[in-house]
């Protein structure tokens, strides 16, 4: 579904991808683990069009993205929940839900999504006429995971959802991730939780200073000696 | 007797104020979008009302156009050069320091003005009657029939503007911008576009205040938008830059409080109020009255 291919992106003379490549599949969740500054927040920026690369390419469906426009790429099915959740904390969370399916002109399907969410999310139809920045951490996660789905897409790029959170709501936000997979959405996932993204994930990459260091099936990675050592605690 | 007569020399300043305000009010929401968009300020902004106003000249003496079709005409005529200076003069510079495009702002705000002078000569111009003037008595305070029009005016534009950017799409997609220009794009949100209708409206906007100005003045020439430019950007500063109610009301009470001087004081101190008034909040309230400590972009 997505072809990362030998992609190198430089935020001036910084060189922060030094020619990765990633796949995904089809219906998969992949995980993309590493430390803080790696780049995996790099990949996901340049894959939604806000950052561009010098080599390489990026496909998706068999069609290049990688000198698209982020509008054009929402359009073509790749939405992103990023790092940081940037919710727009001025607007209610209703608006940050319509604001989610900006792309599409559909009124009455929009409305039904946005229901789905709060059925989803049920605190978030409690806090609906709520200006988003009043809501807890989780609660904006969670409308960042809701607004990223009013798009429709099918490929769903998640950065670091657990950032921030209480033990308990991490469980809650993989779950949902589980969910959303379950229900038909291809995930790419980011994560420094690298027990809890392994958990879920079918394929993994290990990210170090740029580089893919390792990669294989989630299942493989969890058992891997290096793993273990540098990102499992032991 | 002595009493009486103060507090009506009083409303009869707050009259004038509010009109003369509202006129502020509407170049200083140009100045705040814009700002609130593209942490911008727009110095040609003045000069677009000043384009407005000889639109509107030139829709009523050549064209013969009556109030309305005018307004609209020079409404669309700004908003066109607005969304042409934009993608000619800034957009080409987005991401370049903040300074280069300051001055690229200047530099279109002469060329405005000088190039104004060639093409419809220094020489001021009488703007057409477009309403007899009737003026109405009550209470002992006087209102003419240019000051309801100006009110009125500027009150529906400003309830519209309202309207569009707390309830439509396309507001929404505005307030996503200039709150997170990064994630509005990854919602799909054009970005550029909502950059050139927000310059659309401002220009707009100003336009209009053009218009009414030289109804109420009857006089108008290529200069006329520096002063009123930088009062409508105190009056952006006072409400708090960025902030679009807050441009409205920045606006009104400096027409007000610049009414009152003029009154109470002496007409000379008149434009010396607005400056001391943008040093005042400067130093204890840059903000504004109704900015929040908005976060500088990144
Ligand atoms: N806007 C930026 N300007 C310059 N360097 C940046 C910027 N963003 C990230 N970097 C650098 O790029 C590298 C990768 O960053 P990032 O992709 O954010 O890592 P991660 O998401 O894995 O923590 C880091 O060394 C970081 O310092
Ligand atoms: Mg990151």
Redesign the interface.
Known sequence: MLKVENINVYYGAIHALKGISVEVKEGEIVTLIGANGAGKSTILRTI???LRTKTGNILFEGNSVATM???EI??KGI??V?EGR??????TVE?NL???A??RSDKPGIRKDIDKVFERFPRLGERRKQIAGTLSGGEQQMLAIG?GLM?QPRLLLLDEPSMGLAPLLVKEIFSIIKEINASGTTILLVEQNANMALSIAHQAYVLETGRITLSGSAKELMESEEVRKAYLGG | MEASSLTQQFFQQLINGISLGSIYALIALGYTMVYGIIRLINFAHGDIYMLGAYAGYFATTFFKMSFFPALIFSMVVASTVGMLIERLAYRPLRGAPKIAILITAIGVSLLLEYGGMILVTPQPRTFPELFSTATYNFMGLVVNSQQIVILVVSLALMFILTYVVNHTKVGKAMRAVSFDTDAARLMGINVDRIISFTFAIGSSLAAAAGILVGIYYNSIDPLMGIMPGLKAFVAAVLGGIGVIPGAMVGGVLLGVIEALVSGFLSSTFRDAAAFIILIVILLFRPAGLFGKNIREKV
């Open positions: 939604s069009g806000l426009a982020p509008e929402v359009k939405s992103q990023p940037r919710i727009f904390a001025n607007m608006e319509e604001l989610g900006y792309i607004r798009s």
